[in-house]
Nanobody
Framework: QLQLVESGGGLVQPGGSLRLSCTSS????????IGWFRQAPGKEREGVSC?????????IYEDSAKGRFTTSRDHAKNTVYLQMNSLKPEDTAVYYC???????????????WGQGTQVTVSS
């Protein structure tokens, strides 16, 4: 079964940047659409972005992230990234990557998930 691993989370000040990585050992991510989702305490999981299997750059779904976040794929490194710039306290959440056949911002269409990485934006 496809296993995903996220990394790159942490504590950052408002206005700072983080780059999250999603990779898999033993499986190539190049066959899958990879979505990024986030879940803040007490809130539902929401779709942030998705990148199709054949693309090296993807789509940002979350309106508040447009213009600040980008998603990309390095086929050679078997890694998908979520670059987050100009971070705000409201970006604080656990961020997950997930795999599916096709891109979507809807969590139920993704059947393989990582364990998540915490992003905290605070001064």
């Amino acid at each position: 079964q496809l296993q995903l691993v996220e990394s790159g989370g942490g504590l950052v000040q408002p206005g700072g940047s983080l780059r999250l990585s999603c990779t898999s050992s033993g499986f190539t991510l190049n066959h899958y659409a990879i979505g990024w989702f986030r879940q803040a305490p007490g809130k539902e999981r929401e779709g942030v972005s998705c990148i199709s299997s054949s693309d090296t750059s993807g789509t940002i779904y979350e309106d508040s992230a447009k213009g600040r976040f980008t998603t990309s794929r390095d086929h050679a490194k078997n890694t998908v990234y979520l670059q987050m710039n100009s971070l705000k306290p409201e970006d604080t959440a656990v961020y997950y990557c997930a795999a599916s056949a096709l891109c979507s911002g809807v969590p139920i269409y993704f059947n393989s998930w990582g364990q998540g990485t915490q992003v905290t934006v605070s001064s």
